[in-house]
């Protein structure tokens, strides 16, 4: 069966940091890009960060550009993303997808919840 499992929200206080993990099981996550997505209450779901398949590309929405980071592990089947500096305005469920940067994403995970608050 083909699953994403994100994990590593919760509760952080402005300033801080949390690492999400995005677990890919019944699939190889080498052949996808991966994808980082966020989903505030009242909002749109926003794209946050790529990372392709092939050269290891990276992207960032300007809104967490030099404060996240996004890495693969592929021997680990997971792709993670590191949250620094972290803002009231980062809070939202954020969600993992696999697929391409470029186009569609073909697989989902649940989400996590991040709340940034004091």
């Known amino acids: 069966q083909v699953q994403l499992v994100e994990s590593g929200g919760g509760l952080v206080q402005p300033g801080g940091s949390l690492r999400l993990s995005c677990a890919a099981s019944g699939f190889t996550l080498d052949y996808y890009a991966i994808g980082w997505f966020r989903q505030a209450p009242g909002k749109e779901r926003e794209g946050v960060s790529c990372?392709?398949?092939?050269?290891?590309?990276?992207y960032y929405a300007d809104s967490v550009k030099g404060r996240f980071t996004i890495s693969r592990d592929n021997a680990k089947n997971t792709v993670y993303l590191q949250m620094n500096s972290l803002k009231p305005e980062d809070t939202a469920v954020y969600y993992c997808?696999?697929?391409?940067?470029?186009?569609?994403?073909?697989?989902w995970g649940q989400g996590t919840q991040v709340t940034v608050s004091s």
């Open positions: 997808a696999a697929g391409s940067c470029y186009s569609d994403f073909n697989y």
């Open positions: 990372i392709s398949s092939s050269d290891g590309s990276t």
